[in-house]
């Protein structure tokens, strides 16, 4: 079965540019988060969606941060404009939310270096 | 958000051995899960509790559901090389939602 995905694997970008990320969750599941992971901060949790629809995007930084999930099979989170100190590694991860919560699975990560 | 402390930060132990390392949190949590992030990916899951005192093994994984619901701890047996990695406990802490918050992780070292 597939996992999430996610592209790019890497982004090195300069300054100012904007930085698009995407996620294919896993077939099936309702809800998709989005996580950065730095050394000092850890997993962060930025937003995540059930059924398409934003829950909590109280963990995004600020408003050049944004995310959509336009269906149930994609997800895009931007950055516009990008700066230095929001290179990171960005996970995305999906489940399956209603009765019985399942576990989130990761995707593998893309690694964003803002020059 | 909610603090979940993890302990210790990191491990370097022989292989063979046994390890343990703990997560606890002020706050009462529904379920507990532990993952093993590798270089350059993300976390896998290794092992879901969603009851108090439940005790569930994968392998040589072990892991606990404290019964006081604010605790969860992990052991690994018989260490081998490829344990090697980050280890979190997550939990999740609202009834009905899903949100995960994150352990600080541990680092384990196994030494050949």
């Known amino acids: 079965d597939a996992g999430v995905i996610q592209s790019p694997r890497h982004e090195v970008t300069e300054m100012g540019q904007e930085v698009t990320l995407r996620c294919k969750p896993i077939?099936?599941?309702?809800?998709l988060f989005w996580y950065r992971q730095t050394m000092m901060r850890g997993l962060e949790l930025l937003i995540y969606?059930?059924?398409?629809?934003?829950i909590d995007d109280s963990g995004m930084p600020e408003d050049r941060f944004s995310a959509k999930m336009p269906n149930a099979s994609f997800s895009t989170l931007k950055i516009q404009p990008s700066e230095p100190r929001d290179s990171a590694v960005y996970f995305c991860a999906s489940s399956w939310w209603g009765l019985g919560n399942q576990p989130q699975h990761f995707g593998d990560g893309t690694r964003l270096s803002i020059l | 958000g909610q603090q979940l402390n993890q302990s210790p930060q990191s491990m370097f132990i022989q292989e063979g051995e046994d390890v343990s390392m703990n997560c606890t949190s002020s706050?009462?949590?529904?379920?507990w899960l532990w993952y093993k992030q590798d270089p350059g990916e993300g976390p896998v899951l290794l092992i879901a509790l969603y009851k108090a005192g439940e005790l569930t093994s994968n392998g040589r994984l072990t892991a606990q559901f404290g019964i006081t619901r604010k605790d969860s701890f992990l052991n690994i047996s018989a260490s081998i090389p490829s344990d090697v990695g980050i280890y979190f406990c997550a939990g999740v802490y609202q009834t009905g939602a899903n949100n995960l918050f994150f352990g600080t992780g541990t680092r384990l070292t196994v030494i050949p």
């Open positions: 077939s099936g599941h309702n809800s």
């Open positions: 706050s009462i949590f529904n379920t």
């Open positions: 969606f059930n059924n398409n629809v934003p």
